[in-house]
């Protein structure tokens, strides 16, 4: 009897043991569950450990990013910054851009810089806008400097809207960069439709921080709410 007891205890224990490493092997999932409770109407995008802080960087689909404790009780909404000798590092934004960086140019209109490239930029563009046309105009000047530049999508009245059936239209065309010109230039696109990265790049536009076009992210990390003319451009990113 004493044997049976002893026996069942200690499966009982095991069995706890077993319990807690499956529950704290991924305290992602206990993130992850805390915050659709507190927080339902946001959904996550993504939970990534913060190796700096311990901290898990939650970032929410048109809301806040979040850092996280590993118990899933307390939560910080806002950017870490790092401390570094010649002064801070916004990390929360910079892993924002990151996002931009990392898109497949594949997915993007891509106006290659004249021979050796130099320097790249990333713009958020919708074709009706002035400022947008006003861009698009100094697009050969600039990679004249070496400078390529990369569209992507940004319709400002949302996606389902003309403005975003135009850039799907652009996208879906069979030379993506004779349409995104001719659309600058107020002429007609022929309507078609295709699997694109459209509706995509809008809601990482809204994720980075854009509010309206054209928005432009350099290749070394700063973020620019508006239009700049070629030469500008090419001061900041130091040509």
Not at 45 to 59: A, D, M, P, R
Not at 63 to 75: E, M, N, R, T, Y
Not at 94 to 115: C, F, H, I, T
Request: aromatic share 8%; net charge negative; glycine share 8%.
């Amino acid at each position: 009897m004493k044997y049976l007891i002893s026996k069942a205890y200690s499966m009982l224990i095991l069995g706890a043991a077993v319990v807690s490493t499956s529950v704290f092997s991924a305290p992602e999932d206990l993130v992850r569950s805390s915050i659709q409770a507190a927080i339902p109407q946001y959904a996550i995008q993504s939970i990534e450990l913060h190796k700096g802080t311990g901290l898990y960087v939650v970032s929410l689909d048109g809301g806040p990013v979040l850092h996280v404790s590993a118990d899933g009780k307390s939560f910080i909404a806002g950017d870490v910054y790092r401390i570094e000798s010649d002064g801070i590092t916004n990390e929360t934004e910079l892993a924002k851009l990151q996002q931009v960086e990392s898109m497949p140019l594949d997915n993007m209109v891509v106006y290659a810089a004249k021979g050796e490239e130099k320097a790249h930029i990333s713009v958020f563009t919708d074709v009706d806008c002035g400022y947008c046309r006003m861009l698009h105009k100094e697009v050969p000047k600039l990679n004249e400097m070496g400078i390529t530049v990369r569209y992507l999508g940004f319709p400002r009245a949302g996606t389902g809207s003309e403005a975003h059936a135009k850039l799907v239209s652009i996208w879906c065309s069979d030379d993506p960069q004779k349409w995104m010109t001719e659309a600058k230039l107020g002429k007609v696109v022929p309507q078609s439709n295709c699997t694109n990265p459209v509706a995509q790049q809008y809601q990482l536009g809204k994720a980075v921080g854009v509010r309206g076009t054209p928005s432009i992210i350099l290749n070394n990390g700063k973020f620019i709410p508006g239009y700049l003319p070629a030469d500008e451009l090419a001061k900041e990113l130091g040509l």
